[in-house]
């Protein structure tokens, strides 16, 4: 088994049994099988939700970094649309000196 399994291991069983026990301390009846597949499905929708907020902040910080890019991308167009609207081109819409157009 590999090294870092090996040592994630026990965390993971030591967690595993204390959801059980939680579940078995709020069941009202219910057999050992029974608690088991209430704990699997309880552990499994605990795993889908860290995934769901997972994705959630790795779709935040993307997006977070894409908001320079629009805003570049916005000024690029409104320049495109002052040209095309006053038929200047090139240097002519930049705020350049006469003697750097």
Not at 2 to 29: C, F, G, H, M, W
Not at 66 to 82: D, F, H, S
């Amino acid at each position: 088994m590999n090294d870092r399994i090996e040592r994630a291991t026990p965390a993971a069983a030591q967690y595993v049994d204390v959801r059980l026990k939680e579940l078995a301390n709020s069941a009202t009846s219910g057999n050992e099988a029974q608690l088991m597949v209430l704990t699997a499905l309880t552990l499994a929708d605990e795993i889908f939700d860290q995934k769901a907020e997972l994705t959630l902040s790795v779709l935040k910080t993307r997006v977070a970094g894409l908001k320079p890019k629009i805003k570049i991308a916005r000024e690029q167009t409104n320049g495109m649309v002052k040209a095309h609207n006053t038929g200047k081109k090139g240097a002519e819409l930049l705020d350049f000196p006469e003697g750097l157009k």
